[in-house]
């Protein structure tokens, strides 16, 4: 059983760079694939970065490329999500993702953090 633990949330001002952990325990095969996704208020969760642990797939969706990085630290079992230039839009619950696969990037999760809130304010 694999358990995600979010942090690193918190209220920033637009433009601000806050950055997400993420941190597994449980078996590592279990967890080959990490992702970040969120769901802001009335809306449908979505995906937003994932990544294969051997670090060779990475994606992001469309409203975060170029703002947003993932990264993990394989040592601290640790996924990461750097998030520059914030947008009110980016206002979310921020969830940690874990499945076992390697193929798609964008859905299939078996495993699920309890969430960090992100406030983006104007």
């Known amino acids: 059983q694999v358990q995600l633990v979010e942090s690193g949330g918190g209220l920033v001002q637009a433009g601000g760079s806050l950055r997400l952990s993420c941190a597994a325990s449980g078996p590592t095969f279990s967890s080959q694939t990490k992702a970040w996704f969120r769901q802001a208020p009335g809306k449908d969760r979505e995906f937003v970065a994932a990544?294969?642990?051997?670090?060779?797939?990475?994606g992001y969706a469309d409203s975060v490329k170029g703002r947003f990085t993932i990264s993990r630290d394989r040592a601290k079992n640790t996924v990461y999500l750097q998030m520059n230039s914030l947008e009110p839009e980016d206002t979310a619950v921020y969830y940690c993702?874990?499945?076992?696969?390697?193929?798609?990037?964008?859905?299939?999760?078996?495993?699920w953090g309890q969430g960090t809130q992100v406030t983006v304010s104007s």
């Open positions: 993702a874990a499945k076992a696969g390697l193929t798609s990037l964008y859905s299939n999760y078996d495993y």
């Open positions: 990544i294969t642990w051997s670090g060779g797939r990475i």
